[in-house]
């Protein structure tokens, strides 16, 4: 079935760079998304990958995606405290193209 | 642009007791979701719209939880009986179009918080 893991909590001092990583299971994935979410707040989408892309870069944010591993990760450069927040990784497409998301990282970011 | 509109934000009932959560999409998408998110987990679909029929509701709990979009626009999920592991944040979002389109972004509401005590 479709899996998508996440290491649970990150600690970075701020200005440092942070990575983010996540690994699923599903080979047919089409696309893959990162998602932040504030306290008290909704899934706010940063960015995403199409599957036959390696790299994606947005400003701060670098996406690396290694397909052959199913390994995806989201580095993001120069990290400010704003940036705390819980990070979520999202694949879709397969049989069920529905968005599987997994269970978060927690990024604390120390000033 | 006006995002996705979620209400109530917090509601705390007993077990046994019945709620429903109200989710207005933004103006023109024609596919909504509706996502449970327990604490300390990513967002589990619970059902997914395509204008006012049912596209996915595979992990919906039918026993309990139902859900209507009557004129493809505003929905409404119900949970009746509550149970005390129905306590979660109940995510709606709304996408122009489902499936793959190219970065077909699916944008969320902020969030209806139930606490079944």
């Known amino acids: 079935g479709e899996d998508v893991e996440q290491s649970l909590f990150l600690s970075v001092r701020e200005g440092d760079s942070s990575v983010i990583n996540c690994t699923y299971t599903?080979?047919?994935?089409?696309?893959l998304y990162w998602y932040k979410q504030e306290p008290g707040a909704g899934l706010q989408l940063l960015t995403y990958?199409?599957?036959?892309?390696d790299m994606k870069q947005d400003q701060r944010l670098t996406v690396l995606l290694n397909k052959k591993d199913k390994h995806l990760s989201l580095r993001i450069a120069d990290t400010q405290t704003g940036d705390s927040a819980i990070y979520f990784c999202a694949e879709r497409g397969g049989a069920t193209n529905k968005l599987i998301f997994g269970t978060g990282t927690l990024l604390a970011v120390q000033p | 642009e006006a995002g996705v509109a979620q209400s109530p934000r917090y509601k705390i009932i007993e077990k046994r007791q019945s709620v429903a959560f109200w989710c207005n999409p933004i103006s023109g998408h024609a596919t909504l979701y509706w996502y449970q998110q327990i604490l300390g987990q990513g967002p589990k679909l619970l059902i997914q719209f395509q204008n006012n029929g049912v596209v996915d509701d595979s992990q919906l709990p039918k026993d309990r939880f139902s859900a209507e979009r009557l004129k493809g626009v505003d929905s409404t999920l119900k949970i009746q009986p509550a149970k005390l592991e129905d306590s979660a944040v109940y995510l709606c979002?709304?996408?122009?179009?489902?499936?793959?389109?190219?970065?077909?972004?699916?944008?969320f509401g902020e969030g209806s918080w139930l606490t079944v005590v």
């Open positions: 979002a709304s996408s122009l179009a489902p499936g793959g389109q190219r970065g077909n972004t699916i944008y």
């Open positions: 990958i199409f599957s036959n892309m």
């Open positions: 599903d080979s047919s994935s089409t696309y």
